[in-house]
């Protein structure tokens, strides 16, 4: 009785292992692959087959819907087939999902998520029992709203031999980049730190730049607001109202290493987007806030009031306006009557 019990577990989950691969296999930073177990033969044995994705194109835009699919080819087995996939923005330190993804065949692939980041592969009905020369999956994924920049996508496969174990099957694994494309915007006004300033730092920084890892011993932790406003060994990375001086511009548009000796960044690598530079610019001009600024307050004391009133039409008559300022309440990038019209529709409504 015992020993068909053990049997029965043994054999249930060897059983699912086959039709349901660990997450977090997909090769991704400090990640194993299926080629971990499926060693038989050298993971993407030259000739033999290959993972391949496909749906994503080298530029993507904000929040558009992509039908991804995933494919696994080999020449020798055809018994069944696995694979599984996942998105990240940036490639070290703690790995974050990019964008989201929909299941469009439940009965083929499944979800399961780890660390906060979701992998989808396939089901026992997805290992498709003898089918030759290849598998393909689909899925739909689609690209974050606030992010731009690099996202990364790996994915893994198998095509097993259908002896029972993990030998003799092939592995395979494949990884992509994709930029999101950053709009053709203006300068940018009334940055918001979270929804956009963090992205940035997500993407290019943070992978040596974190509260319990800092690549060389920087010193600098870009993962929450206080403490990128403590800076790091050199002083204050960011001084409010003044990028053209703050030590992170200065390192971002490559210009610190004469002033500060501290090299362009990110580190060995070419230097950001200008869109991107100018929102971590902007929002320091604008004070650095950890909270965006109510728009109509001037003179930044969290209200809108007469004051405000006064300061911008004594500003517009001596064409002296900060347009770092929160005042530009109809966000055209310039301080005019219409304006103040709003401003003072807004006050006299309360
Ligand atoms: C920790 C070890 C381990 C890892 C990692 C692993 N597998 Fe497996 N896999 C096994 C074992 C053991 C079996 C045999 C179980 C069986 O056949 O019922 C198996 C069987 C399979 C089979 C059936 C093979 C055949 O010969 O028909 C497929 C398909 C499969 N795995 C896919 C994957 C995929 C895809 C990955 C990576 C995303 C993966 N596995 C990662 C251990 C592993
Ligand atoms: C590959 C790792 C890496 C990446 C990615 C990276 N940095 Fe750095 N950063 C370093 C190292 C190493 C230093 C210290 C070396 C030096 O000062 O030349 C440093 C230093 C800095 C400093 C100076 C800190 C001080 O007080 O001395 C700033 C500011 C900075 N980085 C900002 C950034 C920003 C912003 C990004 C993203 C756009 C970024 N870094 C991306 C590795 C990196």
Redesign the pocket.
């Known amino acids: 009785m015992l020993r068909s019990i053990t049997l029965f577990i043994l054999f249930s989950s060897i059983f699912s292992y086959s039709h349901n691969p660990l997450p977090e296999n997909v090769g991704a930073y400090q990640q194993f692959t299926c080629f971990q177990c499926h060693n038989t033969w050298p993971e993407n044995a030259a000739e033999s087959g290959s993972v391949q994705i496909y749906g994503i194109p080298d530029f993507i835009e904000p929040g558009a819907r992509y039908e991804v699919d995933v494919v696994v080819s080999n020449t020798y087995n055809n018994a069944s087939w696995g694979f599984e996939i996942a998105s990240f923005i940036g490639y070290q330190g703690p790995l974050l999902q990019a964008g989201s993804w929909e299941l469009t065949d439940p009965l083929k692939t499944i979800a399961e998520v780890a660390n906060n980041v979701v992998y989808i592969k396939q089901t026992s009905d997805g290992t498709f029992p003898n089918q030759s020369g290849s598998a393909s999956w689909s899925m739909i994924w689609t690209a974050p709203e606030n992010f731009y920049g690099v996202i990364r996508f790996y994915a893994t496969g198998v095509a097993g031999d259908g002896e029972l174990g993990n030998l003799g099957d092939y592995s395979y694994k494949t990884d992509l980049f994709t930029t999101v494309s950053v709009p053709d915007s203006e300068y940018p006004v009334n940055v918001d730190y979270y929804n956009e300033v963090v992205p940035?730092?997500q993407g290019?920084?943070m992978?040596?730049?974190l509260a319990d890892y800092q690549?060389?011993d920087?010193?600098?932790a870009?993962d929450s607001y206080p403490n990128l406003m403590a800076?790091?060994?050199?002083?204050p990375?960011i001084i409010p109202f003044d990028a053209e001086n703050s030590?992170?511009v200065k390192?971002?548009e490559g210009r610190?290493y004469e002033s500060?000796?501290?090299?362009s960044?990110?580190?060995?690598?070419p230097l950001?987007n200008e869109t991107l530079r100018n929102v971590i610019r902007a929002w320091i001009d604008e004070g650095a806030e950890e909270f965006p600024c109510i728009l109509g307050d001037y003179n930044f004391d969290n209200q809108i009031d007469v004051s405000d009133v006064v300061q911008i039409v004594d500003c517009i008559l001596n064409s002296n306006c900060d347009l770092n300022s929160c005042a530009d309440i109809n966000e055209d990038g310039s301080l005019s009557v219409a304006d103040i019209i709003m401003i003072v529709n807004v006050i006299l409504e309360g």
């Open positions: 940035i730092f290019y920084c992978g040596c730049h690549y060389n920087n010193g600098l870009l800076g790091g060994n050199t002083g990375a030590l992170l390192a971002i610190a500060d000796g501290v090299s960044m990110p580190y060995f690598q950001i």
